[in-house]
């Protein structure tokens, strides 16, 4: 027989442990796990002590929280809902007794069935919201709408989004400032952009808080009464959807998405914002910080070096087996707001100044007090233009910096005429370096190398005497003899003779290496190119091969430009002329120099070697040349001799 009297101690004992086993599990495991979080800890060197000086003053503690997806009656058991809500509900309430926020943002889709409920299952849905994300009166709390709440754009009824934002307090947008910290609440899909009820709203609304920054900053000049904005800060941007990305491959946290699907490419308006949105976003708010959710994994970027986003892992243990929270201290940004204010103010009257002396200056050279004949130095042109791009690009950049457009502004196309003049003047500027190096370095040291080239140049002017009294002498024997010469005829006459110049490409800038290149690209050309290359390709390639008789390419060239000229001639029944360039082709198909040219010709050095034979040939032309003149006029000033030239 069982005794009960014995089984009760040790029943006793098993519902204690079963009791502290649940109580463990369920509610004190929450404290040991999150008891290990920290609120972040601010750079002591980026902190401004001067900013603390009162209570107002100190850092705001925030926490974010993204996708809890509280389940509805239609999808969902009723102990998972269970399950789940009390995970929920224990991770913030320990929180919340642990660390004590000032503020808490959850990042929408609160309702996992928002879009689909009947008005008397959305006010259950709002109770549910309260009991569990009950927060104490000092700590605020704040919603942001996700799709599940009212659903995609294309789904959106103003009935819907009227239903939420009386629900939960939650416009479309909303700036809110703690601190001189400012949070802009902003409903990611209000951002379509096709001027719908939703969204042209959300644009005014957006385009004022940009406006109201702006006013703060005192960078607008339509600020008719005082700014809302007491103190300017770059805003924290709060959204559901993240901003525009391909995919999480960009991604690398500890809470990131699983490897088989971090590689699936986003949607715009779907995963993520549209492009167009995010650079809108960028240029008219210039956030310093983004916190967004939606995609349920953890990610954090950068966009334009200076704009941090992170992206919320869900809360829920429903869709993450690992869910997260954003624990942050946020601080003002600008803690030298006030000095740059004041060299702001400084820089004013410097430009007042400024404007006043260049008028002065244009009326002194308007009245010709100031001599402007001799134009603009090269050196003081160059160093102008130089400052003038330098200022332009800083005002650019600081357009840039305070989020506002570029297009269309006069530094663009002020910056765009100055980098062309730069540019033209390079090759001058390359020419005048030598010189100029020299002048310097003249000028530092007091003395002139004596192994400076130029010390070792022609001198002209030491020459100019002897030139010309050999030109005397000559004169006077040519004036005996009764004989000009054909180029002192020219040289003594008035005749303008212009210089035979031929435009050539700059190429200053090429490095040696770059011209080793070209040379032996065209080298490359002339190989392939060459007669020997295409009987070997002709032979052991498959292509087809053109029947040029057994005659050379140059001869080939030949007899078709012939078969070509005698088709013309016969169309047409006339008869063209023989140029001197079609004899001169014809005199070298019947000479053996071409043959052997064209055989021995192959690559680089048989290239040079031709041209090298080529300037022998010319020079010895010349000095053949030059012999035959000087007998000739040998025979001609032969004493006791007299000639007489008929035309």
């Known amino acids: 027989m069982i005794h009960f009297g014995k089984l009760l101690p040790t029943l006793f004992y098993v519902v204690l442990a079963l009791l502290f086993i649940l109580f463990f599990c369920e509610y004190l495991i929450y404290y040991i796990v999150l008891i290990q979080c920290q609120w972040p800890v601010l750079n002591p060197q980026k902190e401004d002590l001067a900013l603390h000086t009162e ?79 009950h927060v104490p009166k000092d700590t605020r709390l704040y919603v942001v709408a996700g799709n599940h709440d009212m659903g995609f754009h294309y789904a959106i009824t103003p009935y819907r989004n009227q239903r939420f934002i009386n629900g939960l307090k939650s416009p479309s947008v909303r700036r809110l400032s703690i601190r001189d910290n400012h949070f802009v609440l902003i409903n990611s899909m209000a951002l379509e952009g096709d001027g719908c009820f939703l969204c042209r709203p959300t644009e005014i609304a957006v385009n004022k808080i940009a406006k109201d920054l702006k006013c703060a900053r005192k960078m607008s000049n339509g600020c008719r009464n005082a ?35 971090k590689a699936i490419k986003f949607r715009e308006r779907w995963e993520c914002l549209s492009k167009e949105a995010s650079e809108q976003l960028l240029d008219i708010l210039n956030p310093r910080l983004i916190v967004a959710g939606h995609t349920h994994h953890g990610c954090r970027r950068i966009h334009r070096d200076d704009v941090l986003e992170f992206t919320i892992p869900s809360f829920s243990w429903r869709n993450k087996i690992n869910p997260s929270l954003l624990m942050a201290i946020d601080e003002m940004e600008q803690r030298d707001l006030p000095q740059a204010f004041r060299l702001l103010g400084e820089m004013n009257a410097n430009v007042l100044q400024v404007n006043q002396l260049v008028d002065n200056m244009l009326v002194r050279v308007k009245n010709g007090e100031i001599s402007t004949d001799k134009g603009l130095s090269f050196l003081e042109m160059k160093y102008h233009m130089l400052l003038s791009y330098l200022i332009n690009l800083t005002y650019v950049v600081l357009r840039k910096c305070s989020g506002e457009r570029i297009e269309g502004d006069p530094s663009i196309d002020r910056l765009i005429e100055i980098r062309t003049v730069l540019e033209k003047i390079r090759p001058i500027d390359h020419k005048l370096k030598y010189q100029i190096d020299k002048l310097v370095k003249t000028a530092v040291t007091g003395t002139i190398n004596s192994d400076d080239p130029s010390n070792f140049r022609a001198n002209p002017d030491a020459l100019v005497a002897k030139l010309d009294g050999e030109d005397s002498d000559s004169d006077q024997e040519e004036e005996t003899d009764g004989f000009k010469s054909t180029t002192q005829q020219s040289r003594k006459s008035n005749v303008y003779v212009p210089p035979k110049l031929a435009a050539v490409h700059y190429d200053g800038d090429e490095t040696m290496a770059e011209k080793m290149r070209k040379a032996s690209e065209r080298a490359r050309r002339r190989a392939v190119s060459n007669t020997v290359l295409r009987e070997l390709k002709e032979e052991y390639l498959d292509a087809p091969v053109e029947d040029s008789q057994g005659l050379g390419e140059k001869r080939a060239i030949l007899v078709h430009e012939d078969k070509r000229k005698i088709e013309y001639e016969e169309n047409y029944m006339t008869r063209l002329p023989v140029t001197k360039q079609e004899k001169h082709r014809r005199r070298q198909m019947t000479t053996l120099g071409t043959l052997g040219e064209e055989i021995t010709t192959f690559g680089e050095s048989s290239a040079k070697s031709a041209k090298k034979r080529k300037a022998q040939r010319k020079g010895k032309a010349k000095k053949k040349k030059a012999a035959s003149l000087s007998n000739d006029f040998g025979t001609l000033a032969r004493p006791g001799v007299s000639y007489s030239i008929n035309d």
């Open 227 to 261: 700014s809302a904005i007491a103190r300017y800060s770059r805003p924290i941007l709060l959204q559901h959807y993240p901003m525009y990305r391909e995919s999480d491959e960009i991604c690398n946290e500890l809470d990131q998405a699983p490897d088989e699907i």
């Open 55 to 133: 209570a107002t003053d100190r850092p705001v503690k925030a926490m974010f929280i993204a996708d809890t997806h509280l389940l509805g009656p239609k999808e969902g058991h009723w102990f998972d809902k269970l399950r789940r809500e009390w995970q929920m509900y224990r991770v913030f309430q320990t929180m919340m007794s642990i660390y004590g926020p000032e503020v808490v943002f959850i990042l929408g889709d609160v309702f996992d069935e928002g879009q689909w409920c009947s008005s008397t299952e959305f006010e259950n849905y709002i109770q549910r919201f309260h009991s569990l994300f």
